[in-house]
């Protein structure tokens, strides 16, 4: 049972450069999230979806693309990669409250450490 | 606006020094509190979850505990192994569409054998 596996670990872009971040889950998840963490800040959620075929903004959505096709997946896209975009970003995913209530925590992957220069 | 706070920012302990490590949070309603474990290079790990004042939960040398404002996290007697950046997170009770959580900066702790 992996969890969260997201891909790749590292990424170094070149500004204006695009790439997908992928995430995929095998607990059965109906919420998928992904987030960005920053030095001295929480996590920030950029895009979330509540189930397949499905996705919404986040707190800082600008400049990110998601899309879930399939349950288990959840990508993340730049377009044009800034430097101010350069982090970590991580996956999550948990149960949806209609399912297993309010109680359920989210299960994070190892996420994905991408710097753009 | 709904806010988590963490303090101190960095805690560094002797091998057997207890402390606490303290979390505050300003939300409208509180549906769970949520505690988790990163090491480096790795993903938050899921450690407890809190609903109500007066709450406690256990596991090894961690407790932790829960008022109406903030919350504690106990390490009684570290070990060099715990170690970790702890994160706490809110759940607020107000309706959202989604699953709202609301992740302080978090503390970063060294246990120094």
């Known amino acids: 049972n992996a969890g969260v596996t997201q891909t790749p670990k590292f990424r170094v872009l070149k500004t204006g450069q695009s790439m997908t971040l992928l995430c995929a889950q095998d607990?059965?998840?109906?919420?998928m999230y992904w987030y960005r963490q920053d030095p001295g800040m929480g996590l920030r959620l950029i895009h979330y979806?509540?189930?397949?075929?499905t996705t919404a903004k986040g707190e800082v959505p600008d400049g990110y693309n998601v899309s879930r096709l399939k349950k288990q997946n959840f990508l993340l896209g730049l377009e044009s990669a800034a430097p101010s975009q350069t982090s970590v970003y991580f996956c999550?995913?948990?149960?949806?409250?209609w399912g297993k209530g309010f109680n359920q925590p989210q299960h994070f992957g190892d996420g994905t450490r991408l710097s753009i220069l | 606006e709904d806010q988590v706070t963490q303090s101190p920012e960095a805690l560094r302990l002797q091998e057997g020094e207890s402390s606490s490590l303290n979390c505050s949070y300003t939300?409208?309603?509180?549906?769970?509190l949520f505690w988790y474990r990163q090491d480096p290079g790795k993903g938050p790990e899921f450690l407890f979850t809190?609903?109500?004042a007066g709450e406690e939960k256990e596991k090894e040398r961690l407790k932790a505990t829960l008022t109406k404002k903030e919350s504690f996290l106990h390490i009684t007697a570290p070990k060099p192994e715990d170690s970790a950046t702890y994160l706490c997170?809110?759940?607020?009770?107000?309706?959202?569409?989604?699953?709202?959580?609301?992740f302080g900066p978090g503390t970063s702790l060294s246990v120094i054998p």
């Open positions: 999550a995913s948990s149960y949806s409250f």
């Open positions: 939300v409208s309603g509180l549906r769970g």
């Open positions: 809190l609903y109500s």
């Open positions: 997170a809110v759940r607020p009770r107000m309706w959202t569409s989604y699953d709202k959580v609301i």
């Open positions: 607990m059965n998840h109906e919420y």
């Open positions: 979806s509540v189930g397949e075929g």
